[in-house]
């Protein structure tokens, strides 16, 4: 946008056109009063507190909605605007009938603070009388508190909900004095549209709306406030934890403005965090001794676990050991611990759940760009003319993302497309919804390739220039009609047609996806066809465009970036160069294993094999999250030792011969990685419980105690060894960190970070095109079941629910597990919603409620995987790609009957 040259209270600025006066302050430090103001929201004019003076117009007009021009002259604070300032904050005051002496939002509310800049004492204004209604919405709602007392009808609250949450739960009811905020017809706050994300909690400039759980906990004036990154999903939100004297978490914030989330957060982020300072967190070490655990010293469990992995080294070798990373720990903790069972134990066979949920994106993506990590940044999502979002529920998985979808077709004028069997919440959005069969991705999108290659829509400057291998891809596409796609996805050939068209014909395409493509046993297929179709168009390397997974952990990337994989060390360098393993040799000062190690579900099919006897876990759950959970429950029921760590007593810890307590995000210093390359740094904001200790202190302590000592300082320190040895982390420092983080690759401190990656080349040369073919799962539907189950996230919950089950509001709303059923399946089978059901594969069976639901196709049941009342892993299969080897999850032959 052009400069604009303006002048407030006597200051020349420069600005932008289209900015507003209140913007053009705002960004040169000058405070302009204002209630109903937020900059995530369409500029209201609603509360009158911001007008401003401007020369040549005739009265004063409000700073948030009037836009600055060249030359413009600006007074804000003459004595006719405070005159009127301070009679708009009378006339609120008089409503006002909320006490600050006795409000937890004393100390961070506007309305209170302008009334002490104005000097606000006794109002000239009668008090109107008290509503009688008495109805609210919000009354039993465990998330959120509405008190109309403290209103002042700004609307900020709806606004939020209409224009960046786009739900539109709340809305004004009654007149005059009366006017209250509530949902549609006063209907409870759970049986509304509203997804409990609390945005409207985040903009109310008073007491209005606050956190139940928050109340008389401390007021806002005497909470220290921590910045961190959120520990739940990939997007890397930064909130602050509101602490009070008492050690005690009271509330979750988020700062407007700051990178990735702008200060949006969804539920699990703002109500889930009861888990830190949970009862049943672990507080000491565990022994069992005669089946039963014991409560020992840090000394005796460190002592046994010495002497047991000794003695398994000494008789098995070290790869009768395995070790499981933890995509919830930071990267210092990653790395440490990858280092430990490289250096301390002498095994590759290191792995973390990133085998079960991306496995296949690092492969696939390697194999066609060089690197396996998603191409562009949040931020661009936005300014996309088209996104392909298949095999992601965003707006459940990774909600803030879901936000920047919508915002970029609401208000942007993107073109989506949705591939996914069910009917998600995207699909309001949608200008085409492709409902193709669980398992036919490839087939859909080697049809999408075959229209943009027939119609010549295909991007030849770029092929010819930036890619190797198209003839190959020609030869798969070529006859694979929309038709013969149709017949396989039972999506219309139309319309197929219709989203390659729009895919291949906008500026720049963003394809989004997650683990509906990865999970698969053709999951590198999945991945390496979207690189052939983003390829195909040139939308790599340009902003706004790529392949774009989302990650489903908080560090899911920067465990992968840790090298805690079997095959790689940091930064992706593999195991099996002996350059770079003479490398990491030195700088470790031990001889390192040459092979590969094993994955997750290797190594379980190992301890059945009697080739691992020792399990290292650090903060992963796979007696919950494991694929064809049965078997894998009876091999770490067999294996001869089994060490936990971990902070609660989990259903992998049960079976654990030793139990070490460590510390949460919460508690600890070092960084997380986010879906978009993002280093972010994770901040200690209260003190552990009990003789918790931090995951690197631990790893280190026990190293030492096998004969190989590792000792730092802090995180800070680890982190500088990691840059020392990973090229794509080589500029990283927590220095560095203090503010919006950096995006890998960084390789030296004064490199800025990459916000999109294949700028000008690929990081393997060229792009190569790779001919995928398509295969059918590894599992059909057949007379026995004739079903297709897919498993995966729901909104209010996350991965095995250790800590999101914790919360008082997330339980309310999602109490226990259940099946999704298509409506006309129900009545075919005698099954009413809400009643009990069996489900059953050729593994297990379990029963759950029906949710029956027109959301999904015919013949086809989804379930979340989140409860252990009726774990869905009972049923999945541990059939793997062959590359990635991840697990199929996403498909599985099954029946369901109702149980009687």
């Avoid at 690189?531 to 920067?558: F, W």
């Amino acid at each position: 946008m052009p400069e604009i040259k303006a002048t407030i209270n006597g200051n020349v600025l420069m600005g932008s056109a289209g900015q507003t006066v209140l913007g053009l302050a705002q960004a040169h430090g000058i405070e302009i009063p204002n209630l109903c103001h937020d900059p995530r929201l369409r500029p209201a004019g609603a509360c009158r507190l911001c007008l401003v003076e401007v020369a040549g117009q005739r009265g004063l007009v409000p700073a948030c909605t009037f836009q600055v021009a060249d030359g413009m002259v600006v007074q804000t604070e003459t004595e006719e605007i405070r005159a009127i300032r301070k009679t708009v904050l009378e006339l609120l005051f008089a409503e006002h009938r909320g006490i600050c002496t006795t409000c937890d939002k004393n100390g961070d509310c506007r309305l209170q603070k302008y009334g002490y800049e104005y000097q606000i004492a006794d109002t000239a204004f009668a008090a109107p009388e008290a509503n009688g209604n008495g109805k609210n919405y919000t009354t039993g709602n465990e998330a959120i508190r509405y008190r109309p007392e403290k209103c002042i009808r700004c609307g900020r609250c709806i606004r939020i909900c209409q224009e960046v949450q786009m739900d539109s739960a709340l809305t004004f009811k009654d007149r005059a004095a009366w006017v209250e905020v509530s949902t549609a017809f006063e209907m409870p706050l759970n049986d509304s549209t509203c997804k409990l994300c609390g945005q409207c909690i985040s903009t109310c400039p008073t007491g209005a709306l606050y956190e139940r759980a928050a109340g008389g906990k401390g007021q806002a004036k005497d909470l220290t406030r921590t910045r961190t990154t959120c520990i739940y999903c990939g997007v890397g939100c930064q909130i602050d934890l509101n602490v009070n004297g008492n050690n005690q978490i009271v509330r979750v914030t988020s700062p407007v403005g700051v990178v990735p989330n702008n200060g949006n957060l969804c539920v699990k982020g703002r109500f889930g965090m009861e888990f830190v300072q949970s009862d049943k967190r672990l507080t000491t070490p565990l022994i069992k001794r005669d089946g039963v655990f014991q409560e020992a010293t840090w000394d005796e469990a460190l002592a046994v676990i010495a002497a047991r992995f000794n003695e398994i080294k000494s008789a098995y070798g070290a790869d009768g050991i395995g070790g499981l990373s933890s995509a919830k720990c930071t990267n210092e903790e990653n790395y440490i611990f990858q280092k430990f069972m490289r250096a301390a134990v002498g095994t590759n066979n290191v792995d973390h759940c990133a085998r079960l949920c991306h496995a296949s994106t690092v492969a696939g993506l390697a194999k066609a760009f060089g690197s396996g990590a998603m191409t562009n940044s949040i931020d661009e999502i936005k300014h996309a003319g088209c996104i392909f979002v298949i095999g992601s529920n965003t707006t459940e998985a990774h909600p803030v993302i879901g936000l920047a979808i919508k915002e970029a077709v609401v208000r942007n004028g993107a073109k989506l497309i949705v591939a996914d069997p069910r009917g998600i919440d995207l699909v309001r959005f949608a200008a085409v919804h492709l409902a193709h069969q669980p398992g036919t991705d490839v087939a859909l999108i080697n049809a999408m390739m075959n229209v943009i290659v027939s119609e010549k829509l295909h991007n030849e400057p770029f092929i010819r220039e930036r890619t190797e291998d198209f003839a190959a891809l020609l030869e798969v596409v070529r006859d694979f009609t929309p038709e013969k796609a149709e017949a396989i996805t039972t999506v219309p050939a139309e319309a197929i047609r219709q989203a390659a068209r729009l895919y291949a014909t906008a500026p720049s395409s963003s394809i989004i996806y997650s683990m509906g493509i990865t999970q698969h046993t053709t999951g590198t297929d999945n991945v390496l066809a979207l690189a052939n179709l983003a390829l195909l168009t040139g939308n790599v390397g340009k902003e706004s465009a790529g392949v774009n997974p989302l990650r489903g952990q908080n560090n899911v990337q920067g465990a992968c970036d840790m090298g805690a994989l079997p095959n790689v060390y940091p930064g992706y360098q593999s195991v099996e160069d002996a350059l770079l393993r003479v490398k990491f040799q030195q700088a470790w000062g031990v001889a390192l294993p040459e092979q590969k190690g094993l994955t997750v579900v290797e190594m379980m099919h190992a301890v059945e094999h009697d080739e691992i006897k020792a399990l290292y876990i650090m903060g992963e759950n796979p007696a919950l999250s494991d694929p064809n959970l049965n078997r894998t429950r009876k091999a770490i029921e067999k294996v001869d030792f089994m060490v936990v760590q971990d902070i609660f007593l989990t259903e992998t810890a049960e079976y654990a011969d030793v139990v070490l307590p460590s510390t949460c995000f919460a508690e600890k210093d070092g960084t997380f990685t986010n879906t978009e390359r993002r280093v972010q740094r994770v901040r200690k904001a209260v003190v552990p419980p009990g003789e918790a200790r931090h995951d690197w202190e631990i790893l280190c302590d026990l190293a030492g105690r096998m004969g190989y000592p590792m000792a730092y300082g802090s995180a800070a320190q680890i982190m500088d060894e990691i840059a020392a040895l990973t090229p794509i982390y080589g500029g990283i420092s927590f220095d560095r960190l203090q503010t919006a983080g950096l995006q890998w690759p960084c390789p030296n401190r004064q490199h800025p970070g990459t916000k999109y990656l294949h700028t000008d080349r690929f990081t393997r040369g060229k792009g190569k095109f790779h001919a995928v073919a398509f295969q059918s799962p590894a599992e059909t539907p057949g007379q026995e079941f004739p079903f297709v189950l897919s498993t995966g996230r729901q909104l209010y919950q996350f991965h095995t629910g250790t800590m999101t089950r914790k919360s008082r509001a997330i339980h309310q709303v999602s109490p226990t597990g259940y099946v999704e059923v298509h409506a006309e399946d129900a009545v075919r089978l005698g099954i009413a919603d809400g009643q009990m059901v069996e489900v059953s594969t050729r593994r297990g069976r379990v029963t759950t409620p029906a949710r029956v639901t027109t959301g999904i196709e015919k013949g086809w049941l989804f379930m979340p995987f989140h409860f252990c009342e009726g774990p869905a892993n009972a049923l999945t299969q541990d059939a793997l790609d062959p590359v990635a080897k991840i697990p199929e999850y996403k498909v599985c032959a099954a029946q369901i009957r109702a149980v009687p």
